[in-house]
């Protein structure tokens, strides 16, 4: 397994390295870049654990990169729980590992994994005595936290008095960027709460393809570019970025909206609400699959494409959409080592785009376990219907792609109905132009059920034009909203 590296970034890539800095990580002193999240400067480092698991301590790492996961959670400046996937590095920064004794590189209770391999139940451990069972189950509440409490004086976060708004859009992905734009075209405005520090959510990958009328497919990027020159010309969308919205309330007159970042809490009451949250990524079941190393297709895609850090080498992808195969063809034409394609498509054009590149193609097989002691070093492969590998791969990575779960929680907190689908899990129900059951509350996206990008776009516009003729009066929001990025 090769050591980490960098590869040069494209001239059209949306991630941007700042000037150089350091920062400390355990006594020690890494290298990064402005701008770059912590979780990809430590990647580059060579740092594979970033935490261990509370009950068994195995060993945890990054795996979304978007701010879903807990597996990049550290100390920072010392204050614990920080996703580090989403912080910047800062010169002079202190950085830290937080569970594990003596540390979370070298854990000595990580043989509790050993030693209850199969399960340790400690609601019934150590009951025949009530003291011994008092002290038990003091040791077991002090092994369950996350970190210990904060060393550093915690910033203040001032509660703004509560705003109205005409429209509130939740989420600055493609679908709350077209419904967003559509509002605003037609002369209303609207705040855009956006939880990450840039917009455009899946345009932002490198393996996403929009499908033109003429048959093409252009790059995620490239259509990203064009939308943000066309959302910064228009007037009336006051954009809020890092700032995810925690809560929505039903209200008498429309819904309450509160929103949070380091600085401010935002609360708002609208009188419409669209939501475009997306959709959670996931790893699919097989044992194993907790192991540093282990990515979703969008986390790999960010790390090695966005941001150019290749923590280990050859990689695996394992997928059947165009977005896994498409992800393989980037990084083979960035001279990244591949271990191969595991995937049960056998004909299109970048399948044979892919064979001609000399990547090997794996049919048959599905992923049966994956194997590493702190980081990921091979995958063995079995058949659909067999319990033992047929076929064992040594790699430094995998990305793997898995049925995402839509993020519908803040339109159920809306009073929104939900809907179960054995595909995907729950979904926003809505008519084909986005309207709930809260006839003030409208969805799209992923969170809503499209099945790709370009349906996500094509229902915020819908969305966003029904909720426009909704809308009566010239009611506006009392102080001016221009856009910002």
């Known amino acids: ?45 060579g740092v594979r654990v970033f935490g261990r698991s509370i009950k068994y301590h195995r060993p945890r790492g990054a795996t979304c990169l978007q701010a879903h996961c807990s597996g990049c959670l550290m100390r920072v400046d010392g204050v614990p729980n920080v996703r580090t996937c989403d912080t910047p590095c800062r010169s002079g920064q202190v950085v830290e590992r937080q569970i594990g004794w003596p540390g979370s590189g070298r854990d ?32 077991v509440r002090k092994m369950a936290g996350f970190g210990d409490p904060p060393t550093a004086d915690i910033p203040r976060i001032n509660l703004l008095e509560r705003g109205e708004a005409e429209v509130v859009v939740i989420g600055a992905g493609t679908a709350g960027l077209a419904a967003s734009m559509a509002l605003a075209e037609a002369g209303h405005p609207v705040i855009l709460f956006e939880h990450g520090d840039k917009i455009g959510g899946r345009l932002l990958g490198r393996a996403c393809r929009i499908p033109t009328d003429d048959d093409r497919k252009r790059s995620g990027w490239e259509v990203r570019q064009e939308i943000k020159s066309r959302f910064e010309k ?24 509160v929103a949070s970042n380091d600085r401010e809490t935002i609360s708002i009451d609208a009188r419409r609400l669209i939501v475009t949250c997306g959709a959670w990524d996931q790893v699919p079941l097989f044992e194993d699959n907790d192991l540093p190393g282990i990515f979703t297709l969008r986390g790999l895609d960010r790390l090695v494409c966005g941001w150019g850090v290749v923590p280990a080498e050859p990689i695996l992808v394992a997928g059947e959409s165009d977005e896994a195969l498409q992800l393989a063809l980037q990084l083979s034409l960035a001279s990244v080592e591949l271990a191969g394609v595991l995937t049960e498509r056998r004909e299109g054009e970048l399948v044979d785009v892919l064979s001609k590149a000399g990547v090997d193609l794996i ?5 049966l376990r994956a194997r590493g002691g702190r980081w990921l070093d091979r995958v063995e492969l079995a058949t659909a219907s067999s319990t033992e590998p047929d ?12 049925p995402e779960s839509p993020a519908y929680e803040l339109a ?21 132009n986005g309207r709930t059951s809260d006839v003030r509350v409208f969805a799209a996206g992923h969170c809503a059920g499209a099945r790709d990008t370009a349906e996500a776009m094509a229902q915020g516009v819908r969305a966003g034009l029904a909720c426009a003729s909704k809308l009566e009066g010239t009611w506006r929001r009392p102080s001016s909203a221009t856009a910002k990025t």
């Open 1 to 45: 397994m090769s050591p980490a590296r960098r590869i040069n970034l494209p001239n059209d890539c949306p991630y941007k390295r700042g000037d150089e800095i350091q920062f400390q990580f355990e006594g020690g002193s890494i290298e990064g870049y402005r701008h770059e999240p912590l979780a990809i400067a430590l990647l580059a480092a």
């Open 108 to 139: 000595l209770f990580r043989l509790m994994d050993w030693i209850y391999g199969q399960r340790l139940d400690h609601h019934g451990m150590f009951t025949s005595s009530g003291t011994l069972n008092r002290m038990a189950m003091r040791f």
């Open 234 to 257: 228009l007037h009336g969308i006051e954009l809020h970025q890092c700032t995810p919205v925690v809560a929505v309330y039903p209200g008498p007159d429309g819904p309450c909206v």
């Open 363 to 367: 049919h048959g097989h599905r992923i």
């Open 391 to 402: 076929l064992v791969l040594d790699c430094g990575m995998l990305a793997v792609e898995a």
């Open 412 to 432: 159920h907190h809306a009073g929104c109905r939900v809907e179960f689908r054995s595909a995907s899990g729950y979904v926003v129900v809505t008519d084909e």
